[in-house]
């Protein structure tokens, strides 16, 4: 019978928990550039998110602000007002504008919060609220949320206004997006 070596028998017990161990660290790594991917992934689509409410809740504001007939507009004098009423001009009867009902665009506290700089209803976002639409004889619109006050300013022949929108953040700080636009009106 011929002697066998050593090394026909398999691996030793030493190489295998090297092995073990050199797959173990693998993993760990693998496991860490996957969670890092996730967060980051995470955080660019917040980033998305709240640009892509922010650029929305401009567009609106401006469209409807732009069809304004600025003799009635009010407040008379709007110096970072929180509301701004208008009617927008439909039409033309000759040189005459016609205009169409009286329109409402506010911004109002959520339920639970007051606007005092804290996080009143617990949700992660301070003094949040919306945006509301409403033209005389119908229901309000709620054009957005989740937004941290809105004010309107007079220029001259238009309307300046700014806001910010949030999101809150599971692990720190709510995520925030501002908003501005100096519109002319149209007619």
């Known amino acids: 019978m011929k002697g066998r070596s050593r090394r026909e ?5 030493l190489e295998l928990a090297i092995s073990l161990m050199l797959l173990g660290i693998v993993s760990w790594a693998a496991s860490l550039i996957a969670s890092s991917s996730n ?14 409410a922010a650029e ?6 401006a469209e409807e602000l732009r069809a304004a007939s600025a003799d009635t507009v009010l407040p008379v004098v709007l110096d970072e007002s929180r509301e701004v009423r208008f009617q927008k001009v439909t039409g033309f009867s000759g040189v005459e504008p016609q205009l169409g009902p009286a329109t409402m665009i506010r911004f109002e506290p959520m339920a639970g ?4 700089g804290r996080d009143d209803d617990g949700d992660g976002l301070t003094d949040e ?13 709620v054009l957005s949320e989740n937004v941290r006050g809105v004010s309107f300013t007079a220029t001259v022949n238009g309307i300046s206004f700014r806001g910010e929108v949030s999101l809150p953040s599971s692990d ?16």
Do not use: C, K, Q
Request: proline share 3%; charged share 35%.
């Open 39 to 52: 967060a980051l992934m995470s955080d660019d689509l917040r980033e998305l998110t709240l640009d892509a």
């Open 113 to 116: 919060e007051e606007m005092n």
């Open 172 to 187: 720190g700080p709510s995520s925030r997006r501002a908003f501005s636009r100096r519109i002319s009106f149209r007619n």
């Open 56 to 61: 929305r809740i401009t567009n609106r504001l």
């Open 129 to 141: 609220g919306r945006i509301v639409y409403r033209i005389d004889g119908s229901d309000p619109e």
């Open 9 to 13: 028998g398999g691996f030793t017990l």
